[in-house]
C-alpha cells in the first residue's frame, strides 16, 4: 500500500506564492512511480495540474505553465509544486497522486494512489 500526504497549503494573496509538499511512502511506493498534482474547486471537477516522472521530465496544464514548477526529491520520497503569480482562479484543494506504472497522464484514473489534499486560497 501506498500512502500520500500533502501538506504545505494556506492563504495568499494574489500575485504571491506558495509551495505545497507530497511525502509517500508505503512498503510498495517506488521512485519509478510517476507523481501528479490535481485541483478541485468547489462544485468543480478534479482538474490536471502537472506531472512528472521518475527523472524529472515534467508536464503541465497549460493555464499553470510558465507560473508553477513541479519538482521530486527521490531520496525523500517527495513531489513539490512550487507555485508562483498566484491568481484567485487558482484557489482549489490539491491533491497529489501516484501511478505506479511510472507514466505521466492528465487522467484521473490513472492513478492509483491519492493523497487526502491541501487547500489553497488566493485572496484577490
Known amino acids: 500500500q501506498v500512502q500520500l500526504v500533502e501538506s504545505g497549503g494556506g492563504l495568499v494573496q494574489a500575485g504571491g506564492s506558495l509551495s505545497v509538499s507530497c511525502a509517500a511512502s508505503?512498503?510498495?511506493?517506488?521512485?519509478?512511480?510517476?507523481m501528479g498534482w490535481f485541483r478541485q474547486a468547489p462544485e468543480k471537477e478534479r482538474e490536471f495540474v502537472a506531472a512528472?516522472?521518475?527523472?524529472?521530465?515534467?508536464y503541465y496544464t497549460d493555464s499553470v505553465k510558465g507560473r508553477f514548477t513541479i519538482s521530486r526529491d527521490n531520496a525523500k520520497n517527495t513531489v513539490y509544486l512550487q507555485m508562483n503569480s498566484l491568481k484567485p482562479e487558482d484557489t482549489a484543494s490539491y491533491y497529489c497522486?501516484?501511478?505506479?506504472?511510472?507514466?505521466?497522464?492528465?487522467?484521473?484514473?490513472?492513478?492509483?494512489?491519492w493523497g487526502q489534499g491541501t487547500q489553497v486560497t488566493v485572496a484577490s
Open positions: 508505503g512498503r510498495t511506493f517506488s521512485r519509478y512511480y510517476a
Open positions: 512528472i516522472n521518475w527523472s524529472g521530465t515534467s
Open positions: 497522486a501516484a501511478n505506479s506504472a511510472g507514466v505521466t497522464t492528465i487522467k484521473r484514473g490513472d492513478y492509483d494512489y
